[in-house]
């Protein structure tokens, strides 16, 4: 089992539509989660970061966080082809000398005008 | 526009060339990361320094060797590359401190590095 897991997708979405993106992780003490956007050639831009149960919001993006399921997910509503790119999920993992980010594959959305 | 700079933004070598990667942050961060990322591939940690001190090598081979000069800059200092070294090379920063690795790292644009 990998430690973070997305569908890779495609995902296709109409625009105006709602995209929904999934992600779970193996490890039980991960305590910061993290959603990337990269569109092809760019680097990944942070859109949300979620530490506690529930949910967060951010205009039209919303990350929702259920640590007992071990699953993390990233709506976005309204979506528009501008949205199109590779979401990247990243749980952190703690080392006694600090820490790091673990990446999920990476699910690539598509919506469609 | 990123507030993590990388130069310069393409490179190409050749196997027996010296070439250095640089990235500057001003946003007072106190760790700073290197990554490697192959085409439709997520970011793979390489380095991570902590106040300029290195805190994580993911068992880098040693033709990478990276360089903190200050809390503001990271090197990364490539020698006798292969041709599966060809990537894109992104630095990214976190304010570091207790919290490291819990922290949202912010990224710059990226090196795309060939090798020949």
């Known amino acids: 089992q990998k430690e973070v897991e997305q569908n890779s997708g495609p995902l296709s979405v109409p625009e105006g539509a709602i995209a929904s993106l999934n992600c779970t992780y193996s490890d039980r003490g991960s305590q910061s989660f993290f959603w990337y956007r990269q569109y092809s050639g760019k680097s990944p831009e942070l859109i949300m970061f979620i530490y506690s149960n529930g949910d967060k919001e951010d205009g039209r993006f919303t990350a929702q966080l259920n640590k007992a399921s071990q699953y993390v997910s990233l709506l976005i509503r309204d979506s528009q082809p501008s949205d199109s790119a590779t979401y990247l999920c990243?749980?952190?993992?703690?080392?006694?000398?600090?820490?790091?980010?673990?990446f999920g594959q990476g699910t690539e959305l598509s919506v469609k005008p | 526009d990123t507030e993590v700079t990388q130069t310069p933004k393409h490179l190409v070598m050749g196997m027996t060339n010296k070439k250095s990667l640089k990235c500057e942050q001003h946003m007072g961060h106190r760790a700073m990361y290197w990554y490697k990322q192959k085409a439709k591939k997520p970011p793979e940690l390489m380095f991570v320094y902590s106040y300029e001190k290195l805190s994580i090598n993911e068992s880098v081979p040693s033709r990478f060797s990276p360089e903190c000069p200050n809390s503001s800059l990271l090197n990364l200092h490539l020698h006798a590359l292969q041709p599966e070294d060809s990537a894109l090379y992104l630095c990214?920063?976190?304010?570091?401190?207790?919290?490291?690795?819990?922290?949202?790292?912010?990224f710059g644009d990226g090196t795309r590095l060939s090798i020949l």
């Open positions: 990243a749980v952190n993992r703690i080392y006694n000398q600090g820490g790091k980010l673990i």
């Open positions: 990214a920063s976190s304010q570091g401190g207790s919290g490291l690795g819990s922290q949202p790292q912010h």
